[in-house]
Nanobody, 123 residues
Framework: QVQLVESGGGLVQAGGSLRLSCAASGRTFSVYTMGWFRQAPGKEREFVAAIGRSGGLTNYADPVKGRFTISRDNAKNTLYLQMNSLKPEDTAVYYC????????????????WGQGTQVTVSS
């Protein structure tokens, strides 16, 4: 089992940047494929990005490609999401998630979730 705690959210103007972090504790972090998801008010939770165990394989949702970068530091048990060129439509609660798997694939169901961190982008 793994526990996840997100941080780094906040209020930023459109065009700005934020870096989210997700600190993991419990079972060895490096055995998990990790993902970022987000949920905007009145909308379903959606996939943002994912990264495999070693960090070599990454995947992104189309709306964030070229603007967001997912990374991980297995030595620090931490997942990151660098968000650049933020838009008002990026406003959401962002969640990190973990799955005992080597890599992400469409439809992968994540087992562990953090409590979320709010990102608000003003126009």
């Amino acid at each position: 089992q793994v526990q996840l705690v997100e941080s780094g959210g906040g209020l930023v103007q459109a065009g700005g940047s934020l870096r989210l972090s997700c600190a993991a504790s419990g079972r060895t972090f490096s055995v998990y494929t990790m993902g970022w998801f987000r949920q905007a008010p009145g909308k379903e939770r959606e996939f943002v990005a994912a990264i495999g165990r070693s960090g070599g394989l990454t995947n992104y949702a189309d709306p964030v490609k070229g603007r967001f970068t997912i990374s991980r530091d297995n030595a620090k048990n931490t997942l990151y999401l660098q968000m650049n060129s933020l838009k008002p439509e990026d406003t959401a609660v962002y969640y990190c998630a973990a799955k005992y798997a080597s890599a992400w694939y469409p439809g992968l169901k994540f087992d562990y979730w953090g409590q979320g961190t709010q990102v608000t982008v003003s126009s």
